[in-house]
């Protein structure tokens, strides 16, 4: 027997059930580089870059254990065809995916082509994401199970099928990104680094965790950052939340440093909940999570106020750092993240699907499943969430009360005193043009009054447009159970499972 382990969203050889069940047989591991995949309005260079080393990593740790990674270029029924004609495999193992649409389409159009050539395949969870029927009330005990099984053991063996690689990684072309910004300072990829980031994080820069994620001062170094590397699954989110425990429960642990690792596992928790928006309703990377506040914003509105709060040069100091930041690095901590979204929303009255394209891009962590729903609470389009309209300069003066960040981000401002960082345009042009600030613009607009008509325009939308009882279905749907009723209907069936003709669905922790 033949097996194809197919690598999507998962790179790495620890936990991984696929490769496991397939080691015993002829495997193929396979990964396919999509080249419309990677044209999409959400993908960029940065997000390639990361990937194509954690590819490399992942060839060197199978090509140790007897199978080197087997790399095609193309679409990926046409290269499965491909592989098939070539060795007769019949079985797929792959992990399931809650991607963007594109790859939910890719997905649905392997279904069809494994039933037509009677190909069994077999998707494994790596999250705690359920797909098909579920309960919705029951689910935290449903994301529980799949993080307390045991993981799969990392194969010391596999028996290859193939062994020559038709476009070798060493001299992959990049796909053609066109001009995206560059990123110096991106997060490596691969197995090594993650694996090295999760133990110095849960030894030493977890103690700070609860305490420190807020502020762009502290989070680089008090957040885990291992954020791309769940995205890209070089490490398994399973091993990190059983790493975490474990961790927590060492008797030498102080009680502030265990209050940080559990605020930590909430965040996994919290990691998958959001992702299970997605798999529910993949529209939602397109359409309101609320669908009576659809007309709230128009796109097109503003085009300058869009340009210039992607280049960082609102005029407000901490959203430009913030935005110059992720430029930078493709990283900046999620109150941060958070603000950008809100300040494009609420203040600078875009339409929320510009702006979230343009961080998808950004972030080397991007995960559509917490992205898009992510984006829609931020811009007060979900109908159950309170409404966050941040005040750029109050969060200024809490997360970097002495400029800190503002300087290392915005030069212009290098000179500014602190009593003038957070608000520079309260001095005088020959202040700025003394503290070399005149080259830094004066803000988009009045923040406050910004945020009183945002507040107005929502106020006035619900009162005419937003029903009841389409709220009560969005709750029902999406809202989180920990302060609810219990009362509510259950086994709705995933549009996931309903549409995409997925067979072989193996629920193994259940």
Not at 12 to 39: K, N, S, T
Not at 88 to 110: C, P
Not at 137 to 159: C, F, K, Q
């Amino acid at each position: 027997m033949t097996t194809v382990a197919w690598f999507k969203r998962d790179l790495r050889v620890d936990d991984h059930g696929p490769l496991h069940d397939a080691a015993a047989e002829g495997v193929i591991p396979l990964y396919v580089v999509e080249p419309d995949y990677w044209q999409l309005t959400d993908t960029s260079e940065r997000q390639w870059a990361f990937t194509l080393e954690s590819l490399l990593d992942l060839d060197s740790e199978l090509r140790d254990r007897g199978a080197p990674l087997i790399v095609h270029h193309g679409e990926i029924t046409a290269v499965l065809h491909h592989l098939h004609q070539q060795t007769g495999f019949t079985r797929l193992l792959s992990h399931e995916e809650t991607g963007n649409d594109w790859t939910f389409q890719r997905d649905r159009a392997v279904a069809h082509w494994c039933r037509a050539q009677g190909v069994e395949w077999r998707e494994y969870r790596q999250f705690g994401v359920v797909r098909g029927p579920h309960d919705r009330d029951h689910w935290d005990n449903a994301w529980r199970a799949v993080m307390e099984a045991p993981a799969y053991a990392t194969p010391s063996r596999l028996t290859p099928k193939l062994t020559e690689c038709p476009h070798p990684l060493a001299s992959l072309k990049p796909p053609a990104f066109g001009d995206q910004l560059p990123c110096p300072a991106r997060q490596r990829g691969g197995m090594d680094q993650g694996e090295h980031l999760l133990a110095d994080f849960l030894k030493q820069r977890s103690r700070g965790y609860e305490k420190c994620i807020s502020s762009p001062v502290t989070a680089w170094e008090a957040s885990s950052r291992l954020s791309p590397h769940i995205a890209h699954g070089t490490v398994s989110l399973r091993r990190i939340v059983q790493q975490c425990r474990a961790t927590a429960a060492a008797p030498e642990i102080s009680g502030a440093h265990r209050r940080s690792l559990k605020a930590f596992r909430s965040r996994l928790h919290w990691h998958c909940h959001f992702i299970q928006k997605l798999e529910d309703e993949p529209a939602i990377e397109f359409q309101t999570i609320h669908p009576d506040l659809e007309g709230l914003r128009q796109p097109g509105n503003w085009p300058e106020a869009l340009e210039r709060w992607r280049e960082g040069t609102t005029g407000w100091p901490l959203v430009d750092a913030c935005m110059r930041a992720l430029h930078h690095s493709g990283w900046i901590n999620f109150r941060m993240r958070a603000m950008l979204m809100a300040v494009a929303s609420y203040h600078l009255h875009q339409h929320w699907r510009e702006p979230a394209l343009h961080l998808a891009r950004l972030f080397t962590d991007y995960e559509p499943g917490i992205h898009y729903p992510q984006a829609q609470m931020q811009s007060g389009l979900t109908g159950i969430n309170a409404l966050r309209i941040y005040n750029p300069v109050l969060q200024s003066h809490r997360l970097d009360p002495e400029g800190r960040f503002i300087r290392a981000w915005v030069p212009e401002l290098a000179g500014v005193p602190n009593e003038w960082i957070h608000t520079p345009w309260g001095l005088s042009s020959a202040q700025r043009s003394r503290l070399g600030a005149a080259a830094y613009p004066l803000p988009l607009i009045d923040h406050e009054e910004a945020a009183r008509r945002a507040r107005a325009r929502i106020k006035a939308w619900r009162q005419q447009h937003v029903r009841r009882d389409m709220t009560d279905q969005v709750l029902a749907r999406h809202g989180s159970r920990a302060h609810r009723s219990r009362n509510r209907p259950s086994g709705r069936r995933s549009p996931r499972q309903a549409h995409s003709g997925h067979t072989g669905q193996m629920d193994l922790f259940q």
